[in-house]
């Protein structure tokens, strides 16, 4: 394959391009450069030489990939799609659960934001990726038009690393151009959670969606998910005399197999028994109503705690280490692969004892 630099007049501009010639087919890649066509002064000229040396340089590059068998023409149809199209469809591939789909969604928006909408791979580089990571730290806002939040920098710029992984796996890129590029510091976590008296408050209180109430419940008395709430069917809730109630699922986050036992009392929220097949939790759907009906049940029950599905779960995971259950067992029952994880809510009841020490106070 001979890899020939050309130019071509167009609208007053004369623009550079690479000719691919291999055996009676030919390919062209635009490299959006382009020369005064009759420069007068020193400067036009000084312009011209350095964008002919700039193109020179890129055509050499092109001809040693070849020759090295790293590259060819499937490589730069590739190379030419549409960057953002592949991000949208990557990111709809994510969508296993309300929270991760939403960090894809995001980053998406913001990338869109960044950068133009015909952007192809080819224009994928370093700068690209490290202007991409100062946007986030600087230019992004929320919708209350205030900056990110170091941990959804930290999650957005994830996302969009993670995208250039796939895109080397899927063959695309050649190289992974963020790598190098150093991550954000992910900030300290905030875990939302019920007390045991705000929990049996919303336990007394109507939801207007009374299948949201049931499984937000359910999940604070399991420590169970969002996602497999949503997809717990009637096969997967067994009983023997040796362990009593408990669920056999795969984690639709991890993966991973699970035994979670449970008690009676979340067996008995479950209702009457259906078919094996059916959903326990059929017709719960993920949305900004039901988060807003969710929020609104629990500022009935005259909490003003900022609450999701989620925290459901990190109420299960405290109230378990608050009523000294040991941290191993508590890291098994919600299914951590690591014991680090578990140890943020340990961080949370610590904080807890450290601000009821602190209520005690004498005058002297």
């Known amino acids: 394959m001979k890899v020939t630099l050309r130019q071509r007049l167009k609208n007053n501009k004369i623009n550079l391009y690479l000719d691919y010639y291999n055996s009676g087919k030919r ?15 020193k400067e036009e000229r000084t312009f011209n030489k350095k964008t002919i040396t700039l193109a020179e340089t890129i055509c050499s590059q092109r001809q040693i990939e070849i020759q090295n068998g790293n590259f060819g023409f499937p490589d730069l149809e590739k190379l030419k799609g549409n960057f953002l199209t592949y991000v949208a469809a990557l990111a709809e591939k994510k969508n296993s659960s309300m929270g991760n789909f939403g960090n894809w969604n995001s980053m998406l928006k913001h990338l869109k934001i960044f950068c133009p909408k015909d952007i ?34 930290n999650s957005y710029f994830g996302k969009f690393k993670a995208t250039l992984k796939q895109a080397v796996k899927d063959g695309i890129l050649k190289v992974n151009p963020s790598e190098g590029v150093p991550h954000f510091k992910p900030g300290e976590p905030q875990r939302e959670f019920l007390t045991l008296d705000e929990l049996q408050s919303v336990v007394n209180v ?34 023997s005399k040796e362990m009593g109630y408990y669920i056999r699922f795969r984690q639709k986050k991890t993966k991973g197999v699970e035994t979670l036992p449970i008690s009676e009392q979340a067996f008995s929220l479950l209702g009457e028994q259906g078919e094996q097949a059916n959903k326990i939790f059929k017709g719960l759907h993920y949305s900004a109503w039901s988060n807003l009906k969710l929020q609104q049940w629990i500022m009935k029950a005259g909490i003003s705690k900022s609450i999701s599905f989620h925290c459901a779960r990190h109420t299960y995971a405290t109230l378990q280490l608050t009523m000294g259950t040991d941290i191993y067992t508590v890291s098994k029952l919600l299914g951590h692969k690591e014991l680090k994880t578990t140890q943020i809510y340990a961080k949370v009841i610590d904080d807890k004892k450290r601000d009821a020490a602190n209520r005690i106070k004498l005058n002297f």
């Open 27 to 41: 390919k062209i890649e635009y490299l959006k450069l382009s020369l005064h066509p009759d420069p007068k002064t």
């Open 120 to 153: 192809s791979f080819q224009e994928i580089d370093r700068q690209f990726v490290e202007n991409f990571k100062n946007y986030l730290d600087k230019g992004a806002k929320t919708k209350g038009e205030s900056t990110l939040s170091q941990n959804s920098k």
């Open 206 to 239: 109507e939801c207007e969606i009374p299948l949201l109430k049931k499984a937000f419940i359910f999940s604070a008395l399991t420590g169970l998910r969002w996602s497999d709430v949503e997809k717990l069917v009637w096969s997967e809730v067994q009983h």
